[in-house]
C-alpha cells in the first residue's frame, strides 16, 4: 500500500483506522476506509477528520516527495526541486519572510499538541508493532504546541 502522508495527533493516533482489507469501516456512512477518505482530498494538503471525535488530522496529499520540517516555524516542508537540504531550508525561510507569497487554503487543522507524521494506509493502533515479515511502520513524531 502506501498514500497520502497524514499528520495525527499523538492522542487521537489510535481512532486512525488506516486501509482494510475490504476498503470499508462498519458503520461508515459512505462506505470508505480512512485510507480512502485520505486519498480522496485534493489539492497540496488538507483537513480530515480522524474518528467518531472532534479531531482532525492533516492529510498531506500523495506527492510521493520527502518532507522536512522547520519546528519554530511549526511549519512541515515538502521537497520537490531544491538541490539540497540546505537550500531547501534557505528557500522556505524566504517564501515566510515574503509578505507578497501567495497561500493556498488547505482547511483549519487544529491540534491538542504533539502529532505523529504516517501513511495514511497504516493503523494508529499497529504503528511500532512489528511486520510479520519484520520492520515497523514509518513514523515520525512532530512536536506542535496545541493550536492551530
Do not use: H
Not at 487521537?12 to 488506516?18: H, L, R
Not at 511549519?75 to 534557505?90: H, I, K, P, Q
Amino acid at each position: 500500500m502506501g498514500g497520502p502522508l497524514i499528520v495525527v495527533p499523538e492522542s487521537s493516533v489510535n481512532a486512525w483506522g488506516g486501509c482494510t482489507e475490504d476498503d470499508s469501516v462498519l458503520g461508515d456512512a459512505d462506505g470508505r476506509d480512512d485510507y480512502d477518505r485520505a486519498c480522496g482530498v485534493g489539492g497540496w494538503a488538507g483537513v480530515i477528520a480522524v474518528g467518531v471525535a472532534a479531531a482532525t488530522a492533516l492529510d498531506l496529499t500523495d506527492e510521493p516527495a520527502k518532507r522536512a520540517s522547520l519546528p519554530k516555524e511549526s511549519l512541515l516542508v515538502r521537497w520537490l526541486a531544491a538541490d539540497s537540504e540546505a537550500e531547501l531550508f534557505t528557500t522556505a525561510e524566504a517564501v515566510l519572510a515574503d509578505p507578497d507569497t501567495a497561500w493556498e487554503d488547505g482547511g483549519l487543522w487544529v491540534t491538542d499538541g504533539s502529532a505523529v507524521l504516517m501513511d495514511s494506509a497504516e493503523a494508529g493502533a499497529d504503528l511500532g508493532a512489528d511486520y510479520p515479515d519484520g520492520g515497523q511502520p514509518d513514523q515520525a513524531p512532530v512536536q506542535l504546541p496545541a493550536g492551530r
